[in-house]
């Protein structure tokens, strides 16, 4: 149905949305979100928002899987935690010790990591409405990766009572990515490197 329409963004007027009504949506090929009671969906991103993906998880493989410090996950895969019923994060970085949260085909938990890639329909999602829901639900750390300027912001700190991260970072182009909470870095110019397509 969306396959000739332009990438959307959506949500219901209404603030009713929860687990329960979540579960049967229809597996669509969109991706639907539940915060804070509201749907939100969006339709298939594009090749390079998908290529920065995965570079990024390649680089989360080597320094945080086989270093067998955790494991890292990605999208559409319903992550469950308070005020988030749930979300679909285009990245997740789970620590070995808290694998227990995976269950019944689904996270219900605290992640160590959140990542997200902005995408031109919808940034406003990621940099305001899921970076609180993230800060009120204690994610230790959350990417923003920002295609159009090619650099990424880094927030930390959640604080639950002021409903955003204390720290935020801004990584350059030419910056070098070094995370607080993981043992995680690199050049960020990595993300977007030898793309075949740099539409974003």
């Known amino acids: 149905m969306t396959t000739d329409l332009p990438e959307l963004a959506l949500r219901s007027q209404d603030a009713g949305w929860n687990r329960e009504r979540w579960e049967?949506?229809?597996e669509d090929g969109n991706r639907y979100e539940v915060i804070d009671g509201v749907l939100y969906m969006t339709t298939a991103p594009s090749a390079f928002h998908q290529w920065i993906i995965r570079q990024i998880v390649r680089i989360l493989f080597v320094q945080i899987d086989d270093a067998g410090i955790g494991i890292t996950l990605w999208s559409p895969l319903g992550l469950f935690?308070?005020?988030c019923d749930p979300v679909q994060p285009d990245i997740i970085v789970i620590r070995?010790?808290?694998l227990h949260i995976i269950h019944d085909r689904r996270i219900t938990g605290i992640p160590a990591?959140?990542?997200e890639v902005l995408s031109p329909s919808n940034p406003t999602q990621d940099t305001e409405t899921k970076r609180k829901a993230y800060a009120r639900a204690g994610v230790p750390e959350y990417w923003i990766v920002r295609p159009a300027s090619r650099d990424l912001?880094?927030?930390?700190q959640p604080d639950a009572a002021l409903g955003d991260y204390a720290g935020s970072d801004l990584i350059a182009p030419?910056?070098?990515l070094v995370s607080p909470t993981?043992?995680?870095?690199t050049p960020i110019a990595r993300f977007?490197?030898?793309a075949p397509d740099t539409t974003w």
Not at 153 to 156: E, I, N
């Open 24 to 26: 049967r949506l229809p």
């Open 81 to 83: 935690m308070p005020g």
């Open 96 to 98: 070995t010790e808290n």
């Open 153 to 156: 912001l880094l927030c930390t």
């Open 182 to 185: 993981l043992p995680v870095r």
């Open 192 to 194: 977007f490197a030898d």
């Open 113 to 115: 990591l959140l990542v």
């Open 174 to 176: 030419d910056g070098t």
